[in-house]
């Protein structure tokens, strides 16, 4: 950013894209798809969703701290890395805690931020001072040795380190897999006392389901009835659209597969927003779950946890 020489008017143009997640999104924002190609971050309906609700919660000047359960490979984990990625590079001082359930996953979200870094336009991306195998420090000293650029940092852990960000100020959270953590009532305690209820943080706790006896669970029912200062977002598979497959037409449903017709048609709300499936695309949905049957067959249970309709199933 140090080379490149801008007038007022980009400057201020720089500052107003900034400011705004989306814009910002179409020129920093790269992942790696399915395909394993390299593409723009393109928010589907369940990252959009969340996503805005975070946008709004911002705006109004409220703490943001979210429960998410998910079916599998929606992508809401990216999202999440997204906004906390954008926030954290262009704000001053901010302190990023991002911990997975293992080792593989903790480095699969720092190559995440890596990639958003390595793929943004030169006029986004911050003077990096550190780039560790785990932490990406945002920063630049004068020749006298005194913080001058954005001071901030994105540290990834694993929940296996029970002292996570313990000694830590942070101002924002992302808690990835929590129904896989062996301790995590214990680190969601630690974690949460690190985060000042303040405006601009964030405490996200995210995962696919892993049963009912696991504090996530706990945490889940407790804050759907309100008796806790997360606010719940439900995903069901069947909103993903990638999640369908084409054929002829089915012929009849099941009485599951009925329930699910009937769910799909009568949609779901997240956010402000009714999501429903559209009619002609009832059985392309169905298509897809009967082939993930047949991927379970040996655990049937598993399909309802990996690929839920509800949060009871899940």
């Known amino acids: 950013m140090d080379e490149v020489s801008l007038n007022a008017q980009q400057l201020e143009r ?61 992508g ?13 590079t262009t704000n001053r001082n901010v302190t990023s805690a991002i911990i997975a359930h293992e080792d593989a996953a903790s480095r699969n979200l720092y190559n995440m931020f890596k990639r958003y870094y390595d793929n943004s336009s030169i006029l986004f991306k911050p003077n990096r001072k550190y ?16 913080e001058v650029g954005l001071n901030s940092v994105i540290k990834t852990a694993t929940a296996k380190n029970t002292g996570a960000g313990r000694s830590d100020t942070i101002q924002l959270v992302h808690g990835s897999e929590v129904a896989f953590w ?34 996530f669970a706990k945490m889940w029912d407790k804050s759907v009835k309100g008796d806790s200062v997360f606010e719940t977002f439900f995903f069901p598979w069947w909103i993903q659209d990638e999640y369908e497959i084409d054929g002829d037409p089915i012929d009849s449903y099941t009485p599951e597969e009925q329930d699910i017709v009937d769910m799909m048609r009568e949609g779901i709300t997240i956010g402000n927003e009714l999501y429903k499936v559209r009619e002609e695309r009832i059985d392309d949905k169905i298509r897809f779950r009967r082939y993930k049957e047949r991927e379970f067959v040996a655990s049937p249970e598993l399909l309802l946890q990996e690929y839920q309709s509800t949060p009871h199933e899940a």
């Open 182 to 215: 062996e301790n995590g009532e214990e680190l969601v305690g630690s974690l949460m006392q690190t985060v000042p209820r303040r405006k601009n943080t964030m405490i996200f706790l995210e995962s696919t389901a892993n049963g009912r006896c696991n504090f």
């Open 131 to 146: 780039d560790t195998r785990s932490d990406l420090t945002f920063g630049l000293q004068d020749k006298d040795g005194n």
């Open 76 to 88: 809401l984990s990216t999202a999440i890395e997204a906004l906390i990625y954008w926030y954290t």
């Open 14 to 74: 720089i500052r107003e894209i900034k400011l705004d997640f989306y814009r910002y999104t179409k020129g920093n924002l790269y992942i790696k798809n399915k395909d394993a190609q390299i593409v723009k971050f393109e928010p589907n309906i369940a990252q959009k969703a969340l996503i805005d609700r975070v946008l709004y919660l911002l705006e109004t000047g409220q703490p943001i701290r979210i429960m998410v359960l998910k079916a599998r490979q929606m």
